[in-house]
């Protein structure tokens, strides 16, 4: 019931709406219940023939449903834009706290199951809202209604009708609490289902490189098999409650009929009274159905509401301070003190008391064997991760004291795995600055050595760039990266491994232009190659989590240490390719 609370109160902003639907409703019950006594005036007036009666009965009848078609036509827009507007509501916050997570939940969850959250849960939701408020209250005032004027007309006739209710509430609930565990089940399958079908789109060049269609084919059949086997135990559950409450209605129907005629026979009952009656337990039929049908969707939307619910409870772990400071332009100097860090509370410590400073404008190359903590490193400037212990300043300001939009405004960032958004070449360079100009656009693409590549283009800046910038290479998809860093005009720049990935005339271009955009900047190189980091001011050599060495490129080779010997292996690489 707390969830269901929960659930509902995303409609308090449209508490208007909700009253005038109430009203619509209270209006569409009246004419319901009025319509009972309407037809017992009219076996009245056909048994008396009564001529006068009848008109009466006839416009009184199609009053009443003139104004039960206006009433039912402002409760269904009324209600239907309330339920519309929740589950919008509901998505967009969604939507806005998944990007307000920080990157471990995204390490954590599985990009399938967070889209099925917010596409499959909350669709689901969406009937439960509408039948709530749509589907219950009239239902529910009318049930109220004729059971009221039924009582009115034969209270023993009545109270026979309703000794059937306690076994039918029995059954819905029954039903509405099978429906809840299997729909979350559902749910959670056709989470699985999403997730291989987005891992198999986006890596379709891996599973057709190791002929791998019919294992994924497979795979994805065995889940979507799974998905059917409870989708259609969710469409057992719905056909077997229907009929088996009807049966019960029609033995109660039974039971009333015999009463009734008894009634007549024993003169405590007109036969008018009696048509009345009937028609009134007829109305009664139709609501109870209806209320068990939205019972087992509210119990399916409310497993729904579970998942996303969960995701909403979830809390970033990187916050800001209540009274954050905004960050300013910077000089660009940085200082680690006694750092460490790792990724899981119980996982391997990946940082052990890192310290370092950098001065501004320093160019800072980070290198060691894969697995030593030098990405680890650089994702804690722009505090994508808190460390476990120690302090990370910036111009003497502990990241923790900052606004995190103001921090990352400092900063551009060019990884290894670029990635664009589907779009135009000049959408994707203007991301880090929206409102740049053309000028702009092209004067930044020119330093990143790609103003040349995309005027070949046949739409030049406007060519479109295709989903996760397929239609571009690698060595292209970096250029563009680096355009876009540079727009923002950033006084940290970090490259991480920007170049590991590309041939090597793709490299020469990318490193040109990693060249023009370091000047009076402070910038972190994490790099593969040795030979794009022997100029760097200062190289820091990382190891099982810490710094075992640090100087130039000339000081590292005198010393008989980790970084000669990484050196001396790519050296002998390059020297005999055979080898590789």
């Given at each position: 019931?707390?969830?269901?609370?929960?659930?509902?109160?995303?409609?308090?902003?449209?508490?208007?709406?909700?009253?005038?639907?109430?009203?619509?409703?209270?209006?569409?019950?009246?004419t319901?219940i009025?319509?009972?006594?309407?037809?017992?005036?009219?076996s009245?007036?056909?048994?008396?023939?009564?001529?006068?009666?009848?008109?009466?009965?006839?416009?009184?009848?199609?009053?009443?449903?003139?104004?039960?078609?206006?009433?039912?036509?402002?409760?269904?827009?009324?209600?239907?834009?309330?339920?519309?507007?929740?589950?919008?509501?509901?998505?967009?916050?969604?939507?806005?706290?998944?990007?307000?997570?920080?990157?471990?939940?995204?390490?954590?969850?599985?990009t399938?199951?967070?889209?099925?959250?917010?596409?499959?849960d909350?669709?689901?939701?969406?009937?439960?809202?509408?039948?709530?408020?749509?589907e219950?209250?009239?239902?529910?005032?009318?049930?109220?209604?004729?059971?009221?004027?039924?009582?009115?007309?034969?209270?023993?006739?009545?109270?026979?009708?309703?000794?059937?209710?306690?076994?039918?509430?029995?059954?819905?609930?029954?039903?509405?609490?099978?429906?809840?565990?299997?729909?979350?089940?559902?749910?959670?399958?056709?989470?699985?289902?999403?997730?291989?079908?987005?891992?198999?789109?986006?890596?379709?060049?891996?599973?057709?490189?190791?002929?791998m269609?019919?294992?994924?084919?497979?795979?994805?059949?065995?889940?979507?098999?799974?998905?059917?086997?409870?989708?259609?135990?969710q469409?057992?559950?719905?056909?077997?409650?229907?009929?088996?409450?009807?049966?019960?209605?029609?033995?109660?129907?039974?039971?009333?009929?015999?009463?009734?005629?008894?009634?007549?026979?024993?003169?405590?009952?007109?036969?008018?009274?009696?048509?009345?009656?009937?028609?009134?337990?007829?109305?009664?039929?139709?609501?109870?159905?209806?209320?068990?049908?939205?019972?087992?969707?509210?119990?399916?939307?409310?497993?729904?509401?579970?998942?996303i619910?969960?995701?909403?409870?979830?809390?970033?772990?990187?916050k800001?301070?209540?009274?954050?400071?905004?960050?300013?332009?910077?000089?660009?100097?940085?200082?680690?003190?006694?750092?460490?860090?790792?990724?899981?509370?119980?996982?391997?410590?990946?940082?052990k008391?890192?310290?370092?400073?950098?001065?501004?404008?320093?160019?800072?190359?980070?290198?060691?064997?894969?697995?030593?903590?030098?990405?680890?490193?650089?994702?804690?400037?722009?505090?994508?991760?808190?460390?476990?212990k120690?302090?990370?300043?910036?111009?003497?300001?502990?990241?923790?004291?900052?606004?995190?939009?103001?921090?990352?405004?400092?900063?551009g960032?060019?990884?290894?795995?670029?990635?664009?958004?589907?779009?135009?070449i000049?959408?994707?360079?203007?991301?880090?600055?929206?409102?740049?100009?053309?000028?702009?656009?092209?004067?930044?693409?020119?330093?990143?050595?790609?103003?040349?590549?995309?005027?070949?283009?046949?739409?030049?800046?406007?060519?479109?760039?295709?989903?996760?910038?397929?239609?571009?290479?690698?060595?292209?998809?970096?250029?563009?990266?680096?355009?876009?860093a540079?727009?923002?005009?950033?006084?940290?720049?970090?490259?991480?491994?920007?170049?590991?990935?590309?041939?090597s005339?793709?490299?020469?271009?990318?490193?040109?232009?990693?060249q023009?955009?370091?000047?009076?900047?402070?910038?972190?190189?994490?790099?593969?190659?040795?030979?794009?980091?022997?100029?760097?001011?200062?190289?820091l050599?990382?190891?099982?989590?810490?710094?075992?060495?640090?100087?130039?490129?000339?000081?590292?080779?005198?010393?008989?240490?980790?970084?000669?010997?990484?050196?001396?292996m790519?050296?002998?690489?390059?020297?005999?390719?055979?080898?590789?």
């Amino acid at each position: 019931m707390k969830l269901y609370r929960r659930l509902l109160s995303y409609l308090k902003p449209y508490r208007r709406q909700i009253i005038g639907a109430i009203l619509c409703m209270v209006i569409v019950s009246i004419t319901n219940i009025l319509l009972i006594p309407l037809i017992g005036k009219l076996s009245e007036a056909i048994g008396s023939r009564n001529f006068s009666l009848l008109n009466m009965v006839v416009l009184g009848a199609v009053a009443l449903y003139f104004f039960r078609g206006v009433a039912t036509y402002g409760q269904g827009y009324l209600t239907s834009f309330a339920g519309y507007r929740v589950v919008t509501d509901l998505r967009i916050q969604v939507y806005r706290h998944i990007q307000d997570m920080s990157l471990d939940f995204f390490s954590k969850w599985r990009t399938g199951e967070v889209i099925s959250r917010v596409t499959n849960d909350i669709s689901v939701v969406q009937s439960a809202v509408i039948a709530s408020v749509m589907e219950i209250m009239p239902n529910l005032l009318t049930l109220i209604g004729v059971i009221g004027y039924l009582i009115y007309l034969n209270w023993r006739l009545t109270l026979i009708t309703f000794l059937v209710i306690p076994l039918l509430s029995f059954i819905i609930n029954r039903f509405g609490s099978e429906m809840r565990e299997v729909s979350r089940e559902a749910q959670k399958k056709a989470a699985d289902v999403a997730s291989i079908l987005q891992e198999t789109v986006s890596g379709a060049r891996v599973v057709k490189s190791f002929a791998m269609e019919k294992h994924e084919t497979k795979k994805f059949t065995e889940e979507l098999e799974k998905s059917f086997g409870l989708t259609l135990k969710q469409a057992q559950i719905n056909v077997t409650q229907g009929p088996l409450l009807a049966f019960l209605q029609v033995l109660a129907i039974v039971a009333v009929v015999w009463y009734g005629a008894y009634e007549v026979v024993s003169g405590r009952l007109s036969p008018a009274e009696l048509i009345s009656f009937f028609a009134g337990l007829a109305m009664i039929a139709d609501p109870v159905s209806k209320l068990g049908t939205i019972n087992t969707t509210i119990q399916n939307a409310l497993a729904s509401a579970e998942r996303i619910f969960e995701v909403i409870d979830i809390q970033p772990s990187i916050k800001e301070k209540e009274n954050a400071l905004e960050l300013g332009t910077i000089k660009g100097e940085i200082e680690f003190r006694d750092v460490s860090f790792r990724y899981d509370k119980d996982g391997k410590v990946v940082l052990k008391n890192i310290s370092f400073s950098v001065r501004p404008g320093e160019v800072i190359a980070l290198v060691g064997r894969s697995g030593a903590g030098k990405s680890t490193v650089v994702n804690l400037i722009p505090r994508f991760y808190d460390p476990e212990k120690g302090t990370i300043m910036i111009d003497g300001h502990d990241l923790k004291d900052l606004k995190l939009e103001s921090l990352r405004k400092q900063m551009g960032i060019i990884p290894q795995e670029t990635v664009l958004f589907s779009g135009t070449i000049r959408d994707n360079i203007a991301y880090s600055k929206l409102e740049a100009s053309d000028q702009e656009v092209e004067r930044v693409s020119q330093l990143a050595n790609a103003h040349d590549f995309i005027m070949t283009l046949p739409d030049r800046y406007q060519t479109l760039v295709g989903e996760r910038g397929v239609r571009v290479s690698g060595g292209e998809r970096q250029r563009i990266a680096i355009a876009r860093a540079l727009l923002r005009d950033p006084r940290i720049l970090i490259f991480d491994e920007a170049t590991s990935s590309l041939d090597s005339e793709s490299e020469r271009l990318v490193q040109e232009a990693m060249q023009r955009l370091i000047s009076g900047r402070t910038v972190f190189i994490i790099a593969h190659r040795l030979s794009t980091v022997q100029h760097a001011d200062r190289i820091l050599v990382i190891d099982q989590g810490e710094i075992t060495e640090q100087g130039t490129h000339q000081e590292l080779l005198l010393k008989n240490g980790i970084y000669k010997k990484l050196y001396e292996m790519q050296f002998q690489d390059e020297k005999n390719p055979d080898n590789q």
